[in-house]
């Protein structure tokens, strides 16, 4: 028998996101894909070796060049995080109550880290994985999830967001996490389904807390789910079939 893990750790001490899981580049679902002069296969895979920045240099026709960098929301350069705020204000105004919001967006319990795709500077992408340790099916489960995934109006239908989902999913399966899970609108699933996440009906993320769950069926989302480790795998049963149960905070989803 497997033993079980004490709790998530990390690989860095990480900070704060009240968004829902969304993705506003609808680059693989939409009928009327435009042509992007942005678009180039990646070239350049290079790990940096400070663990709280990685680096994908992408080679782009026409243009200079496309970098995603990660960040534990903790660490994040200013000029970064102004340009994440600024795009999560422009997607979800009704979640900014002052002028300037909180940073980290989400709690430290879950250990925020943004993924950032720049074009020269400048970025046009975002994803955040949410990471923590929960109880279900009566054992204990290092779990992450997608969280505030959006791309700038201009840049849209050009395929960042996959990328910026690419990056995120390959990062969950390079950590401690037994298995991804997350919530998003029915006609994104396609996009998240190309980098390994299925649509699970039978097991529904259950947000909020045990007193006042928050329900993403309620919501009308469908929750994805990724199985990471070889313990989970091999649990595949126990984990699928019965509702998923995050504990996130009051009125929380991720």
Same mark, same amino acid.
């Given at each position: 028998?497997?033993? %079980?893990? %004490?709790?998530?750790?990390?690989?860095?001490?990480?900070?704060?996101?009240?968004?829902?899981?969304?993705?506003?580049?609808?680059?693989?679902?939409?009928?009327?894909?435009?042509?992007?002069?942005?678009?180039?296969?990646?070239?350049?895979?290079?790990?940096?070796?400070?663990?709280? $920045?990685?680096?994908?240099?992408?080679?782009?026709?026409?243009?200079?060049?496309? %970098?995603?960098?990660?960040?534990? /929301?903790?660490?994040?350069?200013? /000029?970064?995080?102004?340009?994440?705020?600024?795009?999560? $204000?422009?997607?979800?105004?009704?979640?900014?109550?002052?002028?300037?919001?909180?940073?980290?967006?989400?709690?430290?319990?879950?250990?925020?880290?943004?993924?950032?795709?720049?074009?020269?500077?400048?970025?046009?992408?975002?994803?955040?994985?949410?990471?923590?340790?929960?109880?279900?099916?009566?054992?204990?489960?290092?779990?992450?999830?997608?969280?505030?995934?959006?791309?700038?109006?201009?840049?849209?239908?050009?395929?960042?967001?996959? /990328?910026?989902?690419?990056?995120?999913?390959?990062?969950?399966?390079?950590?401690?996490?037994?298995?991804?899970?997350?919530?998003?609108?029915?006609?994104?699933?396609?996009?998240?389904?190309?980098?390994?996440?299925?649509?699970?009906?039978?097991?529904?993320?259950?947000?909020?807390?045990?007193?006042?769950?928050?329900?993403?069926?309620?919501?009308? $989302?469908?929750?994805?789910? /990724?199985?990471?480790?070889?313990?989970? $795998?091999?649990?595949?049963?126990?984990?699928?079939?019965?509702?998923?149960?995050?504990?996130?905070?009051?009125?929380?989803?991720?």
């Amino acid at each position: 028998m497997i033993p %079980e893990r %004490e709790g998530f750790e990390p690989p860095e001490p990480c900070g704060s996101t009240v968004f829902k899981t969304a993705s506003f580049d609808h680059s693989d679902t939409s009928p009327r894909r435009r042509t992007c002069r942005s678009m180039a296969p990646v070239r350049l895979f290079r790990l940096y070796s400070q663990p709280s $920045k990685l680096s994908i240099n992408v080679q782009i026709r026409r243009r200079g060049m496309i %970098e995603v960098h990660v960040y534990p /929301q903790i660490n994040c350069p200013e /000029q970064i995080r102004d340009q994440i705020l600024c795009l999560l $204000k422009t997607e979800w105004p009704h979640t900014f109550t002052v002028h300037r919001p909180d940073w980290p967006t989400e709690s430290a319990a879950v250990h925020p880290t943004s993924f950032v795709l720049l074009v020269e500077g400048i970025v046009i992408s975002h994803a955040a994985v949410l990471s923590k340790t929960i109880r279900h099916a009566a054992q204990r489960w290092a779990v992450s999830g997608l969280s505030s995934v959006v791309t700038a109006p201009s840049y849209r239908r050009c395929g960042f967001a996959s /990328q910026i989902v690419g990056c995120a999913t390959r990062y969950m399966r390079r950590q401690r996490v037994d298995f991804g899970i997350f919530t998003c609108d029915p006609e994104l699933v396609d996009l998240y389904r190309r980098h390994g996440w299925t649509y699970s009906k039978t097991s529904p993320l259950v947000g909020g807390t045990r007193q006042q769950p928050f329900d993403s069926v309620a919501l009308g $989302k469908n929750t994805l789910i /990724q199985l990471f480790s070889e313990r989970a $795998k091999s649990e595949r049963s126990t984990i699928l079939g019965i509702p998923i149960f995050v504990d996130l905070g009051p009125g929380k989803l991720w």
